[in-house]
Each structure stands twice: as C-alpha cells, then as structure tokens.
C-alpha cells in the first residue's frame, strides 16, 4: 500500500517537532519539553489498526494471507478455538504469545499452527505433540489456553511496512467471553474494521445483528465491508453487493466501503508472482491479473483511507501539540525579556543612585 504522502506529512512534522523541542530546551521550558519528546516518541511508533472480524468458515484467514502475500495464517474450512493473531512488520519472522498476566512467550510457527488449530472439543491446557514439535521455551511443555491474551507475528511483510498491523479475530459466533472481550478491546483501538462475509451466504441474520449491536453499537465507526468468495458467484456479484447494501440501508450507507473479493485467488496469484511453485490444480485457478480477484481495488481504497483520512487526523493531534508547545515558548521568551527589562531597569537605578548614568 502506498503511504508516500503521508510519510512525507509526518517526516515534515517530525522536523518541525525536533526544533521545536530544541527552543524548548534553550528557554529551560522543562515541562513542555518532555511532553513534546513524549509526543515524538508517541509520533514515531504511531501505528494503524485493521481488525478483521466475521463468522466462521467466511475465509477470513485467507482473506490475511491474501493481503498480506503469504500464507501466514493457517486456514480451515472447520470451525476452531482461534486466538487472536495480530500480524505486524519485523525484520526477522517470529511468533509470539502474549498472557494475559503480562508474560509472553516465543514459539515456532509449528506450534503457532498447533495452537491455532485447536478445536473447540480440545481442554483449555493441552499439551504439544511430542516429536512433531520442539518444546516451548519454558519449563513447562504445555501452552496455558485459557490465559492467552493474543498471538502476535512478525514478518518482513511490504504491506505491514508502513506501521500496519492486522489482527485476526475469532469467529463472530464464538462463544467464548473472554475471547469476546478482547476482540472488542482491539475493535475499540482499531483504524478500520473489516467484516468478511460469503457471497454464497451473503449477511446472514446473525451476522447484522452482530454488526448493529456490537460494531455501530460500540460506536465503531470506520467499517469496510468485504465480500469473500467472488469466484463462486461469477455473473452474479452486482446482485450479491445490491442484496447486502440493501439490507444494511437501514444501518448506514457502506456504498462506498464494500468489496466483492476472491481471497483465494488473490493469494495464489501472490504466490505464483513470489516465486512459489504451485501445483496444476492451483495453477489452472491463478487468475491471470490481480485486478479480476478484486483485492486490487480494496487495497487502494484502504491506502487512501488509512494515508489520508486517518494519517491526516493523526498528523493533525500532533500538529496542534507542537503548536500549544510552541506557544508556550512564546511565553516563556517573553516572561525572560520581561525579566532582562527589569534587569536592566534596576541596573539603571543602581548607577543612578551612585551618581553614574549609561
């Protein structure tokens, strides 16, 4: 995704920023300079949150690897217990569980499969394979479920490149509470939540409801809709969009926010330009363009969305920040001329007072 301008916005920021904490140093102005260097901090590592939520079996986890290039995330046509898995840029590849006591753990990507495959008939403390996986890197060669707060991975992905993290939830009918809970606590930190559903199955009651309820109803308000499996409906994806916009009219207008996508073939496209030898069934379902999957146009839509509307409004709080911060400074260079004033005005009538004079 192509994030150019707003890097320029925020490099142009981040400059006004830096001499304005060197103003702020010079004037001992102390306060107002470690709020700033706390705002460059803040500034630097701000980051933007696309959270993918939908029920089971709608290929949400395709629907990742598909944007992102690589199959990242296992995929299942089944139903699993799934954590949820925030996916973000590093150098290296690593996985990484986070407990919800604060500790964290680094496992294998077999583990992390392992893991993310469990099914729901599956004890919430379960223990790994042995000889089909190495041993958690702690004392105990088992994985604590019911404490897991997230996975997170990292991977050298060019569409987390600019500070974008997506994060994998569970299904929307997951009946887990604690699970629940933090996809809400995510939904809440979120850029942009998109819903994933099935152009053979296209909003079903459930899936409003959920929508009404727990995404508007929460006050979520940037919402892309995403409809999955456009290469099974082929000849029919205008009737699919219509029937979905239809029925959600009564929510808000998403005329310009809903997608009809072949994640599948998206991601075998991606893998076929990387290089990947594929097999001949995959081979004969490899689109010849990325453009006919239609992950083209939502990635652009996304790019200006995140770059434009929400970089902007970031930018924006930063901007204002430095700009109080600079006012302080205003302040503070009068206060000390004043000072100087009365200085010298003293200094005069000292001299006065001995007879002399300037």
Do not use: W
């Given at each position: ?347 005069k009538a000292k001299l006065l007072k001995n007879g002399l004079s300037l």
């Open positions: 995704m192509d994030f150019t301008l707003y890097n320029n916005r925020k490099t142009k920021l981040q400059q006004t920023i830096t001499t304005t904490l060197s103003v702020l140093q010079s004037l001992n102005l102390t306060s107002a300079y470690k709020r700033m260097t706390d705002d460059a901090a803040r500034l630097a590592d701000e980051r933007f949150n696309l959270v993918i939520i939908g029920e089971f079996s709608r290929g949400k986890s395709t629907f990742i690897n598909a944007l992102l290039g690589r199959s990242i995330l296992p995929a299942s046509a089944n139903p699993t217990t799934n954590i949820i898995s925030k996916i973000v840029y590093g150098e290296q590849e690593k996985y990484t569980l986070f407990y919800k006591d604060g500790k964290k753990q680094e496992i294998s990507k077999e583990e992390f499969d392992l893991i993310k495959a469990q099914t729901e008939d599956k004890p919430d403390k379960f223990s790994l394979l042995k000889g089909v996986v190495s041993k958690l890197k702690h004392e105990e060669s088992h994985v604590d479920f019911g404490n897991i707060d997230h996975a997170e991975i990292s991977y050298p992905l060019s569409f987390c490149e600019n500070k974008v993290d997506v994060v994998d939830t569970p299904g929307t009918n997951d009946l887990n509470v604690g699970r629940i809970e933090i996809t809400y606590r995510f939904l809440r930190q979120a850029e942009a939540a998109i819903l994933v559903l099935s152009a053979t199955q296209p909003l079903t009651r459930t899936e409003k409801e959920f929508l009404v309820e727990q995404v508007v109803g929460n006050n979520i308000k940037d919402i892309v809709i995403v409809i999955n499996y456009k290469d099974e409906v082929i000849g029919q994806e205008e009737r699919v969009v219509k029937h979905v916009l239809d029925n959600l009219q009564d929510v808000q207008d998403f005329s310009q926010r809903i997608f009809i996508v072949s994640s599948k073939q998206a991601l075998l496209y991606r893998r076929k330009q990387a290089g990947e030898a594929l097999k001949t069934k995959a081979l004969l379902n490899c689109p010849a363009t990325l453009k006919e999957t239609g992950i083209e146009e939502l990635e652009t839509a996304l790019a200006r969305f995140l770059s434009e509307e929400k970089g902007n409004a970031k930018l924006k709080k930063y901007a204002e920040r430095c700009y109080l911060a600079l006012r302080e400074a205003e302040h503070g260079i009068a206060v000390q001329k004043e000072g100087l004033s009365h200085s010298l005005d003293d200094l």
